[in-house]
């Protein structure tokens, strides 16, 4: 029987939870050991199909920490890693900064699509990524490709934009471009997603999805102007490119419909009501959603 394990390395968005400038409930809960919600690094997850070798999907700037807290990750000899690989989905800034933590001359191998490839690749800063020990292979949308042996994976577009600091006249908001993707596992069988960014859902991403045995999801907000409403942010969700998971549109009312094993929020939003226990979370758990957190695992097992 094949096994392939999902490990949350990060659950939170861009800045985390706390968010280091925050004072929103939220946050201040967070940082209060006595609260019950625990702090959460920002969004990555790692997959291995034997537990020894690891592919981590987006490099955080939590990468260090989230590292030392998985054993599974930690150095087997005087240098080493069971990361293999690491795969990109976006250019955002809580995606891409932790490949400046990964520089200490260690062998592994950089899969993104030619336009994110094109984005690290005007910054000289991620040169510090010898190409003597990082391998970067551009991969093109829904050509299957193995980050690891014994894991197939496909990327392919999702509703997005531009990041932030590449805005400019074109967001190329709400295009399906490999500026920003989502990454399908084919496990025998079984199928697997993770969606951590994504703005809309169309007709092709729900049939792509319906069926599935596991989805990783963006929860970053759980209303459009969730941001405008707690006074920390001018834009709504859907301007930073990510559907809100309530209302007319969102993602609770798109994905409840569709048959899916196990769909689990991640890419959650400080500012989200669903961190912490009350009616938003109690609609979004009666509806057969999940909360991801850091640490959380699920094992997909198929038989070959």
Not at 41 to 51: E, F, K, M
Not at 102 to 127: D, I, S, W
Not at 150 to 157: K, N, P, Q, V, Y
Request: charged share 20%; glycine share 10%; aromatic share 6%.
């Amino acid at each position: 029987m094949t096994q392939v394990r999902f490990l949350v390395l990060g659950a939170a968005a861009g800045g985390g939870l706390p968010q280091w400038n925050c004072g929103c409930p939220n946050c201040r809960a967070a940082r209060d050991p006595a609260s019950g919600l625990k702090p959460q690094t920002q969004s990555s997850l790692a997959v291995s199909p034997d537990g020894e070798r690891w592919v981590v999907f987006n490099a955080s700037p939590d990468i260090r920490a989230q590292i030392e807290h998985n054993a599974c990750l930690h150095p087997r000899a005087l240098r080493d890693s069971p990361i293999a690989s690491v795969v990109i989905t976006n250019g955002d800034i809580d995606h891409i900064t932790g490949l400046l933590t990964l520089r200490e001359k260690q062998a592994f191998t950089l899969h993104a699509t030619p336009a994110l490839m094109e984005t690290l690749g005007q910054n000289p800063v991620f040169q510090v990524l010898d190409p003597a020990f990082v391998q970067a292979r551009a991969v093109g949308l829904d050509i299957p490709f193995s980050p690891l042996p014994g894991l197939e994976i496909r990327l392919f577009a999702v509703p997005g934009k531009v990041p932030l600091y590449l805005e400019g006249d074109d967001l190329r908001l709400g295009q399906e471009t490999d500026d920003t993707v989502g990454v399908e596992f084919r496990i025998a069988d079984r199928r697997a997603y993770y969606v951590p960014g994504c703005g809309s859902m169309p007709a092709t991403l729900s049939q792509r999805l319906e069926g599935a045995d596991l989805v990783f999801f963006d929860g970053t907000v759980f209303e459009d102007d969730e941001m405008v409403q707690a006074g920390v942010g001018q834009k709504t969700g859907r301007r930073m490119g990510h559907m809100p998971i309530n209302g007319d549109g969102g993602s609770l009312a798109a994905l409840s419909p569709l048959s899916i094993g196990r769909k689990i929020f991640i890419h959650i939003n400080n500012t989200n009501p669903i961190w912490r226990p009350g009616a938003q979370r109690a609609a979004v758990e009666a509806r057969g959603f999940e909360i991801g957190h850091d640490g959380m695992e699920v094992i997909l097992a198929a038989q070959p």
